[in-house]
């Protein structure tokens, strides 16, 4: 659940590219913007929380991507 929240604090962040005659391509989130959002909700990034993160930012590109 932390991960999913961490996740959620910072959902607004992402990088995208344009692609000429088809829908962005969703590189993955910025995360210099990530760490001042975190820092400012309070939220302390461990090892942990860091790795379940990505894990559950990487489905979600996955996921933007197959669209």
Same mark, same amino acid.
């Given at each position: 659940?932390?991960?999913?929240?961490?996740?959620? *604090?910072?959902?607004?962040? %992402?990088?995208?590219?344009?692609?000429?005659?088809? @829908?962005? #391509? $969703?590189? =993955?989130?910025?995360?210099? *913007?990530?760490?001042?959002? %975190?820092?400012?909700?309070?939220?302390?990034?461990? @090892?942990? #929380? $860091?790795? =379940?993160?990505?894990?559950?930012?990487?489905?979600?590109?996955?996921?933007?991507?197959?669209?």
């Amino acid at each position: 659940m932390p991960a999913l929240e961490a996740f959620f *604090a910072v959902s607004n962040q %992402w990088r995208v590219s344009p692609v000429f005659g088809g @829908p962005p #391509l $969703w590189l =993955g989130l910025d995360y210099a *913007a990530c760490r001042a959002a %975190w820092d400012s909700a309070g939220i302390a990034i461990t @090892p942990e #929380l $860091w790795a =379940g993160f990505q894990t559950v930012e990487a489905a979600a590109k996955d996921a933007l991507n197959s669209r």
